[in-house]
């Protein structure tokens, strides 16, 4: 399952035995029999940061598309209920996705929009264009083939079916997710099998954030809106997104929380934070200039707008509401505050911030692993693994350049590439980098260049803390793999050596 789209089973037994004892305190026992363990979904938001490509460098605006827990493809235009294993998926609509007929939107299952790959542990670890190209073809050969066969769907860079593959390859994103009833995503999955899938896109009245704004007002009506003010009468993701929040946030029994998948590092340009239309103006230096020169007396009213009405951070909504339990816990407060006990408010914070941390780290937390990490460079170095720390900057470049990618027989990513040293193999994906077959020096400086990016980068472009210790698990990992692999090579010198001299005696 993907990354922080689990739910920890203490929480699911603690929410359970919590239902479970309500209902027998009101005398129910028998009804709590039929309720206790009770099936859930999940609908989320999501909300794609913005790529430095066509009228996104302008508008900053990102994409918006939904998050299903319990509905899955039934080929790219039909739904149908996930069966066991599947994890869900996304539907979303672009401007054209390239395919005949032209349609509205297509749903991918989750790990293929997420990573690019049917199952999460063939995600990729690194990111760049001949990578992303190779898993968006082989979705298509896959499953794509009925609608997409010309060249205006298979080579075409307009051809926006492939957002929908390995997004996180391309830019980081957040999910904004409540609760759903067994009776709500059939009703979703019988209304969008019975309507027509007819492209209609509009960037004004019916772009990815209209959809989004559809979709989720069929399970919660009234929950998403536009922002009039702050983005110029058109639907934006982040308005979207911020109205989706509130409105979870009103409603303690969603179990809001929200998740976070940062962008894989590599070769593409790195996702910029979404912004509204007032945001981008107020931030943005290549608009005010003309804004001060052509609508001067407009400006402090936009500044004004943006400041008091259109601030949104999905970051620090990543901070606050990391997961269910921590957003409860924030409703547990508030009633302890409202009944003045002191004592259970500092222990419910105290329990929010163990609750923040395990999902987010703490900054004690990020500081040792930088200073760990610094070592192991520096060891790195020393050893003759790395010719100095600046090379790991490079290294993405020269895996793109140097290298071709290929999938093995299970989705997994492979690099081949060749240098002075001859050919090497090495794996890019999280269950291969450490295989056999994979060069262990190789293996080693990719996993060193990726955490050494991750531990770099801002909050909204790095992992969270649970995906920063998998990746720490490989480090280390492939740090022994590697130094021992150096080893024995170096004793396999010294025998050949001694084998040599005493061959010369004789």
Request: charged share 25%; with cysteine.
């Amino acid at each position: 399952m993907p990354y922080g789209l689990q739910r920890p089973l203490y929480a699911i037994v603690k929410r359970a035995r919590f239902i479970c004892a309500k209902l027998a305190l009101c005398g129910v026992a028998i009804a709590a029999l039929s309720i206790c363990p009770r099936a859930y979904g999940d609908v989320g938001v999501i909300l794609n940061e913005s790529l430095d490509t066509s009228v996104a460098r302008i508008t900053g605006s990102g994409h918006s598309a939904v998050y299903f827990s319990r509905i899955c493809p039934d080929g790219p235009v039909k739904l149908r209920m996930c069966r066991a294993g599947e994890h869900g998926s996304v539907i979303s609509n672009y401007t054209s996705l390239g395919e005949s007929p032209s349609f509205e939107w297509n749903i991918v299952p989750l790990d293929v929009y997420v990573y690019g790959v049917a199952d999460a542990r063939n995600r990729p670890l690194v990111g760049t264009e001949k990578i992303k190209g190779l898993l968006e073809e082989k979705y298509r050969e896959e499953h794509l083939e009925p609608y997409c066969e010309g060249p205006s769907c298979v080579s075409s860079n307009k051809a926006e079916w492939k957002e929908m593959v390995g997004a996180d390859i391309s830019r980081s994103m957040y999910v904004f997710v409540v609760e759903t009833t067994l009776q709500q995503d059939q009703e979703l999955i019988a209304k969008f099998n019975s309507m027509p899938n007819e492209n209609h896109f509009n960037g004004f009245t019916r772009n990815c954030a209209d959809f989004t704004h559809d979709v989720i007002n069929t399970y919660f009506p009234g929950a998403t809106h536009r922002d009039y003010i702050n983005d110029f009468g058109m639907t934006s993701p982040k308005a979207i997104a911020h109205s989706f929040t509130r409105y979870a946030l009103k409603h303690p029994g969603a179990r809001f929380r929200v998740l976070h998948f940062a962008q894989v590092p590599g070769t593409i340009k790195r996702s910029s934070e979404c912004r509204s239309g007032t945001e981008q103006l107020y931030h943005s230096k290549k608009l005010l200039v003309p804004m001060a020169l052509f609508a001067d007396h407009e400006l402090p009213v936009i500044a004004a707008s943006y400041i008091l009405t259109g601030r949104f951070n999905p970051e620090r909504e990543l901070e606050e509401h990391p997961s269910a339990e921590a957003t409860e816990i924030e409703y547990e407060i508030r009633d302890a505050k409202s009944e003045k006990d002191a004592p259970l408010t500092q222990e419910l914070k105290a329990a929010r911030g163990d609750e923040r941390s395990r999902f987010l780290g703490t900054p004690q937390e990020w500081k040792q692993h930088r200073a760990d990490l610094d070592s192991m460079i520096d060891e790195a170095v020393r050893m003759e693994v790395i010719p100095d720390r600046a090379y790991l900057d490079r290294l993405f470049k020269y895996i793109d350049d140097a290298g071709t990618p290929s999938t093995g027989k299970n989705g997994s990513v492979w690099m081949s590439l060749t240098d002075n040293d001859g050919k090497k193999d090495v794996g890019v994906s999280a269950n291969n980098i450490l295989a056999q077959d994979s060069d262990a020096s190789l293996a080693y400086e990719i996993l060193l260049a990726r955490v050494n990016r991750m531990l770099k980068s801002p909050k909204h472009s790095r992992e969270t803390m649970p995906q920063l210790k998998d990746d720490w698990d490989l480090l280390q990992r492939a740090r022994v793999r590697c130094l021992w692999s150096r080893v024995q090579s170096t004793t396999a010198v010294v025998h050949d050596d001694k084998a040599g001299a005493t061959a010369n005696k004789n």
